[in-house]
């Protein structure tokens, strides 16, 4: 089973600033095949990022991915309000497909 | 617009089967290309995937679960199930329903889930 640690655990920052959230495998993702998602609370996440880098349809251009091996990052160019949520990443290169603990990013 | 919506008891005794059932509208649940998928999240945890088929009745499971889980599909209502059996509070959570796009081999799935119900909360309690 690939173990995702995500890092840090909450992550506050005022809106218009710049986020990043590392997510790092306990051996190399096969492929690339990492995603990002977005979780609200009461809702179910929303897929953000898939294949490291490429966005999900109707995704703003301010989310990106990049990564590889056995690092990967999602960064938020610049902070809106509606981006205050819980950020998950996911492997699916294996047969078992799991996802990391989450980072909260929260208003400071 | 694909929407799937899950459906089943919300409280389930110890050592029953939990058994929730996902409709999908908006689109064929028979499309190949997509892998319809059930993943659960404990109260105030993160997810946990448990499995996924295909509309021809292929599944593949999270090996942690395996020895519990069956999922299977029924085309002609565009719906898929899912049954957990001898469960305990453990398995307590808030089980989604999924789509992933894209492709299984060799025993692994290629999908991330780019549609998600909204979920419903199974308690196991007696």
């Known amino acids: 089973e690939i173990v995702l640690t995500q890092s840090p655990g909450t992550l506050s920052l005022s809106p218009g600033e710049r986020a990043t959230l590392s997510c790092r495998a306990s051996?190399?993702?096969?492929?690339?095949?990492l995603a990002w998602y977005q979780q609200k609370p009461g809702q179910a996440p929303r897929l953000l990022i898939y294949g490291a880098s490429s966005r999900a349809t109707g995704i703003p251009d301010r989310f990106s991915g990049s990564g590889s091996g056995t690092d990967f990052t999602l960064t938020i160019s610049r902070l809106e309000p509606e981006d205050f949520a819980v950020y998950y990443c996911q492997q699916y290169g294996s047969s078992q497909g799991t996802f990391g603990q989450g980072t909260k990013v929260e208003i400071k | 617009q694909v929407q799937l919506q899950e459906s089943g008891p919300g409280l389930v005794k110890p050592s029953q089967t939990l058994s929730l059932t996902c409709t999908v509208s908006g689109g064929s649940i028979s499309s190949g290309g997509y892998y319809w998928s059930w993943i659960r999240q404990h109260p105030g945890k993160g997810l946990e995937w448990i499995g996924y088929i295909y509309y021809s009745g292929s599944t593949y499971y999270n090996p942690s679960l395996k020895s519990r889980v069956t999922i299977s599909v029924d085309t002609s209502k565009n719906q898929f199930s899912l049954k957990l059996s001898s469960v305990t509070a453990a398995d307590t959570a808030v089980y989604y329903c999924?789509?992933?796009?894209?492709?299984?081999?060799?025993?692994?799935?290629?999908?991330?889930?780019?549609?998600w119900g909204q979920g419903t909360l199974v308690t196991v309690s007696s």
């Open positions: 051996q190399s993702v096969s492929s690339s095949y």
């Open positions: 999924a789509r992933g796009e894209g492709y299984c081999s060799g025993g692994s799935c290629y999908a991330p889930f780019d549609y």
